[in-house]
């Protein structure tokens, strides 16, 4: 079956502790995404990769760090840094290039206290 | 910069009626439009999109939009509601970054549709 994971579904962390959410896809698609969802707000962008070892920020990076060491795999590190952490974020990917859909997965609700 | 306005937060239909869910955009060139649709702690679904081809887009699960070039409207119908149509549904605009050819997509804020029996 061709898609996108995430891991876990549900994380909870202590305030100041870095967490990492992982993202994996199979699509062999050259561009993934990192996107923050809050309720009322639609989805922001995070941090977004065109192709492996390269990545740029998106609209709200601050307190986020990403790699993109293989193609299928793109992590998403949220820092002691950011300073409302919790919420549902959401990982995808796309082929590169204009009006291609992207493809979303699963989501991973994180909570800090 | 491309945006989307999602003109109702929630939107409230009957088992078997019509569903209309509104969408405007803001663009300086043809835009890509998307809509997808999120159940509940569930990631997106594509539903359909527009990409300059005919202005009437058929999707899945007896969706359909319109795109209106002279209204800046994409609105989203379906002609009889089921219940299982109860969810979150986001109205998309692609949006070129500059310098670099690279699309990226602006999310409207969503309208959640509630189906009664």
């Known amino acids: 079956d061709g898609g996108i994971t995430q891991s876990p579904k549900y994380l909870f962390r202590k305030e100041g502790q870095n967490v990492t959410l992982s993202c994996e896809q199979n699509?062999?698609?050259?561009?993934m995404y990192w996107y923050r969802q809050d309720p009322g707000q639609g989805l922001r962008l995070i941090y977004y990769?065109?192709?492996?070892?390269?990545?740029q920020k998106g609209d709200i990076a601050e307190g986020y760090s990403v790699s993109r060491e293989k193609k299928e795999s793109f992590p998403l590190t949220v820092t002691s840094a950011q300073k409302n952490p919790t919420a549902f974020y959401l990982c995808?990917?796309?082929?590169?290039?204009?009006?291609?859909?992207?493809?979303f997965g699963p989501g991973t609700r994180l909570t800090v206290t | 910069a491309q945006s989307v306005t999602q003109l109702d937060s929630h939107v409230s239909v009957s088992e078997g009626t019509p569903v209309l869910l509104r969408c405007n955009y803001s663009?300086?060139?043809?835009?890509?439009l998307f809509w997808y649709v999120q159940h509940p702690n569930k990631g997106l679904q594509l539903l359909l999109k527009?990409?300059?081809?005919?202005?009437l887009v058929k999707g899945i699960n007896g969706f359909e939009a319109e795109f209106k070039k002279s209204e800046t409207s994409f609105h989203l119908t379906k002609p009889s509601a089921h219940m299982s149509d109860a969810a979150e549904y986001f109205c998309?605009?692609?949006?070129?970054?500059?310098?670099?050819?690279?699309?990226?997509?602006?999310f409207g804020t969503g309208t959640r549709l509630l189906v009664s029996p």
């Open positions: 995808a990917s796309s082929a590169t290039g204009y009006s291609y859909e992207q493809y």
């Open positions: 699509l062999n698609h050259d561009a």
């Open positions: 990769s065109q192709i492996v070892n390269d990545f």
């Open positions: 663009s300086s060139y043809s835009p890509s």
């Open positions: 527009y990409t300059s081809a005919a202005t």
């Open positions: 998309v605009v692609s949006d070129l970054v500059m310098n670099t050819g690279f699309q990226k997509l602006v």
